[in-house]
């Protein structure tokens, strides 16, 4: 297995600041970490990953939480609300229906706003306020929105949300409303508000916070930290495969940075390294067909559609990370139906694990890899869950039993119980 960190081979470049830079991974040009806003390579235009001349090794991690990883982040402190330490729940029902030799949950819809988005904004408005920019801004499906929001507002700093018109769960609208953020409501989908966030960072008018800025994937790295140090505590052993959802592909890119960083540090064998395993759903499954078709670059699809609100995307800006990430681990994509999404949402349901629609994607994908023979019953895995339950109300509602409408006396609702 071939991992590769770098375009070249790292070295500090004499724009480092504390041994940390930018560097482009498609021409290895750097560039120093916050001297000036920056998104993309000015050479070339390609993505921007943050490097570090010393990878972090296990025992420097100290603590709870996304800051307990310090040591792997560009700063020492964010803007927090105690994100991270999510849950890495034991799902033995599911388990032995899908058929592995353990699966484990790691739910990140128990972050303060109740999604893994938490993670890459403590960092990316620590480092906007570092930079000293006074408007954030991002284009969403939803969770982006409710955290840069709750992050904005924790920060004192003007906040702007793009949404997709009509497109976007009542649950998340309402938390970008409740933490104070203007929210504008285009008319297209979220490829569409993303174009237009781009436009107004590349005029200055605001700072991106979307997933295409390096600073906010490094906070996402932690989720791999978190699962490898949970089935190192639980089994003794690293986890042999992620499945995750995949939307702009920014969680498959930032643990595939997490786990070369931590090769590199030589804390991690490269043949221990998980199998990265992405999701999407049929309605919005691009980076499913670039690796079924063995392609370089990831086709925009212009029409999505997914109950799935959180991954309906057509255009994942991190493929060119995400699909080496992908590739390299030995890992694979596949898509769902919405039907499998639903199944998959009540069967976590059962364990007492509560999701929305794309979260359950992963658990959905699993099945199906399962029932294909692509994962074999003697790995341990597992499922990334991205968002919580109440994101989506509507959806869960949906997919749950309706409401019985019983008497207002004990004997009439004995009555109904027994009929």
């Known amino acids: 297995m071939s991992l590769r960190l770098s375009a070249t081979t790292p070295e500090t470049p004499t724009e480092a600041t504390d041994g940390t830079w930018l560097e482009c991974i498609e021409c290895a040009e750097s560039y120093a970490p ?14 921007l990953e943050v490097r570090y001349d010393e990878p972090p090794t296990f025992d420097e991690f100290e603590g709870e939480g996304v800051w307990r990883y310090d040591a792997a982040l560009p700063l020492e402190s964010g803007v927090t609300t105690q994100e991270g330490a999510t849950p890495l729940y034991e799902v033995p029902r599911l388990e032995e229906s899908v ?6 949950i790691k739910h990140e819809g128990m972050n303060p706003t109740g999604s893994f988005k938490d993670r890459g904004m403590t960092v990316g408005v620590a480092v906007a306020r570092k930079l000293g920019v006074d408007r954030l801004a991002c284009a ?9 929001a709750a992050y904005g507002s924790r920060a004192d700093m003007e906040t702007l949300v793009l949404l997709p018109a009509g497109k976007v769960a009542a649950g998340k609208v309402a938390q970008a409303s409740l933490h104070g953020a203007r929210i504008l409501e285009v008319d ?11 436009e107004l960072a590349e005029r200055g008018e605001a700072y991106l916070l979307n997933s295409l800025n390096p600073f906010r994937l490094e906070g996402q790295k932690t989720i791999g930290l978190e699962i490898l140090e949970g089935f190192q505590a639980d089994y003794g052993v690293w986890p042999d495969r992620i499945v995750l959802p995949v939307g702009n592909a920014g969680n498959t890119a930032a643990l595939y940075k997490a786990f070369r960083e931590l090769v590199q540090a030589d804390e991690l064998e490269p043949e221990d390294v998980p199998k990265l395993t992405g999701v999407q759903a049929e309605g919005a499954a691009p980076m499913v067909e670039a690796i079924e078709n063995d392609a370089d670059e990831v086709r925009r699809w212009e029409e999505v559609e997914t109950r799935a609100t959180a991954i309906r995307i057509g255009n994942p800006v991190n493929a060119p990370k995400a699909l080496p990430g992908i590739r390299e681990t030995g890992g694979t994509a596949v898509s769902v139906t919405d039907g499998e ?3 998959a949402q009540r069967d976590l349901a059962t364990e007492g694990v509560g999701v929305e629609p794309a979260s359950a994607a992963s658990v959905a994908g699993l099945r199906k890899l399962r029932t294909e023979g692509v994962v074999g019953d003697d790995e341990r895995v597992a499922c990334l869950t991205t968002g919580h339950l109440l994101k989506d109300p509507d959806a869960a509602a949906a997919a749950g039993n309706d409401p ?3 008497p207002a006396d004990t004997k009439g609702v004995l009555e109904h119980l027994e009929n």
């Open 34 to 47: 916050f001297e000036d806003v920056r998104y993309t390579c000015d050479e070339c235009n390609g993505l």
């Open 341 to 343: 999404i639903t199944e």
């Open 99 to 104: 058929g592995v030799e353990a699966l484990r």
């Open 404 to 406: 019985e409408p019983v």
């Open 188 to 198: 297209g989908n979220f490829d569409a508000c993303l174009d237009v966030v781009q």
């Open 140 to 148: 969403s499906t939803g969770n982006t929105s409710a955290a840069l």
